[in-house]
């Protein structure tokens, strides 16, 4: 590879992650929440593909409570430091280690691009989902009268239904709404690509995000995105801001009118707890 190809190639990957960096994260709140998934992000608007990207989750890494996607989420046989060191800490028969495997255990987790109806400034946001939330929606699809669920000349909305706040107490209900609508597929030019959403970190970053005392590299910030940030509950409270920050969007830009955006949901502004963070890999 020569000098230019090479320095166009780590011009092209910090691109895509500041890129990912931008993206909503959207967190539904204590209430009423009305959502429209949207198609794959690679088919153009069609319903080809599944919505969703796959993968598997790592919660509270190291001193700085990081989450961090799972070197084995495609590929079981991958080298994973993290879940190396999980296995480390159950093997130690140190009750207090034990339970930190236990928190760091990768989850299994599902990314989607979403308009929030309720708040449609805030433009396409990724949604992250656990197994029950997931399945909640897939039974919806799996009806005949809801197949089209994710189409965008005859899909429709989803209202979430979120009761409870913290960690052991939260619950979801999926319920389709009654009648389909249409977005424009101008709205798949905003969508988020969630192969590089939830991309798989390298060792060194795994490594990286379980180590303590040591201030990042220049280029250690730059993967961030890719690498994770403050630690979450699966399913937590922290809000995600969205591609347009506070700015409201234009509606028709998005395909949407304002007779498709229903009344904002009463919202509680809740955190999930803090856990205690991960002894440093000896």
Not at 164 to 181: I, L, M, R, S, W
């Amino acid at each position: 590879m020569s000098r230019r190809e090479e320095f166009s190639r780590v011009t092209q990957h910090h691109s895509e992650q500041r890129a990912k960096s931008q993206r909503g994260d959207f967190k539904p709140k204590v209430g009423t929440n009305v959502v429209r998934i949207l198609p794959n992000w690679a088919d153009g608007g069609k319903t080809e593909r599944v919505f969703y990207k796959k993968f598997r989750r790592h919660f509270s890494v190291g001193p700085e409570k990081r989450w961090v996607i799972c070197r084995r989420s495609q590929n079981p046989n991958e080298s994973c430091p993290i879940c190396e060191h999980i296995e480390e800490l159950r093997k130690s028969g140190v009750k207090e280690d034990v339970a930190l495997a236990k928190e760091m255990f990768p989850r299994e987790r599902f990314a989607m691009n979403i308009v929030d109806m309720n708040d449609v400034g805030k433009g396409v946001q990724v949604w992250e989902v656990g197994s029950n939330v997931i399945d909640s929606i897939l039974a919806i699809f799996n009806t005949d009268d809801y197949e089209d669920l994710d189409s965008l000349e005859t899909g429709r909305s989803i209202t979430v239904t979120r009761v409870g706040e913290g960690k052991n107490d939260t619950k979801y209900t999926v319920v389709p709404a009654g009648k389909p609508t249409s977005i424009s597929v101008k709205i798949m030019e905003k969508v988020n690509n969630l192969d590089l959403v939830c991309a798989i970190p390298s060792v060194e970053d795994g490594i990286s995000a379980l180590k303590s005392g040591e201030a990042p590299e220049e280029e250690d910030r730059e993967m961030a995105a890719l690498v994770g940030g403050q630690a979450q509950e699966p399913d937590g409270e922290d809000e995600g801001k969205g591609l347009n920050g506070t700015e409201e969007a234009d509606l028709s830009a998005l395909g949407i009118s304002e007779d498709d955006k229903p009344k904002a949901a009463t919202a509680a502004k809740t955190r999930a707890e803090i856990l205690a963070g991960l002894k440093p890999k000896k």
